[in-house]
Nanobody, 125 residues
Framework: QVQLAESGGGLVQTGGSLRLSCAAS????????????MGWFRQAPGKEREFVAG????????NYANSVKGRFTISRDNAKNTVALQMNSLKPEDTAVYYC??????????????WGQGTQVTVSS
C-alpha cells in the first residue's frame, strides 16, 4: 500500500509564498515511485476537488490549471520519492486543502490510484 504524506501548508498573506511537499512510501519496489505521474489537487469549502498541477514520471512534462499558471511550479525528486509544489503570489482564492496524488499511469490524466490526507493552505487578504 502506498502512503502519501503532505507537508508545508499554513497561513500566509496575499502575495506570499508556500512550498508544499509530498513524500511517498510503501508499495512495490518495481514499478517504483519514478514510474508514475504525480499531481496536486485542491478543494475549497463548498467546492469540488480540482486539479492544480501534474508532472509525468520523468519530470519533463508539466501540466497546470489556468488559475495557477505562472505562479505555481511542480517538481519531483525521484531519488527521494518526493514531489513539491512551489506556490508564489498567493491569492485568497488559493485557500483550500491541497492533496497530493499518484496517478495509475506514467502520464498526467486518468485515474488517481492514491491520495494523501491533505494539507490546509489559507491565504489572508
Amino acid at each position: 500500500q502506498v502512503q502519501l504524506a503532505e507537508s508545508g501548508g499554513g497561513l500566509v498573506q496575499t502575495g506570499g509564498s508556500l512550498r508544499l511537499s509530498c513524500a511517498a512510501s510503501g508499495g512495490a519496489s518495481r514499478p517504483s515511485f519514478s514510474d508514475y505521474a504525480m499531481g496536486w489537487f485542491r478543494q475549497a469549502p463548498g467546492k469540488e476537488r480540482e486539479f492544480v498541477a501534474g508532472i509525468d514520471w520523468s519530470g519533463r512534462i508539466l501540466n497546470y490549471a489556468n488559475s495557477v499558471k505562472g505562479r505555481f511550479t511542480i517538481s519531483r525528486d525521484n531519488a527521494k520519492n518526493t514531489v513539491a509544489l512551489q506556490m508564489n503570489s498567493l491569492k485568497p482564492e488559493d485557500t483550500a486543502v491541497y492533496y497530493c496524488a499518484r496517478y495509475r499511469g506514467s502520464y498526467v490524466g486518468g485515474v488517481i490510484a492514491y491520495w494523501g490526507q491533505g494539507t490546509q493552505v489559507t491565504v489572508s487578504s
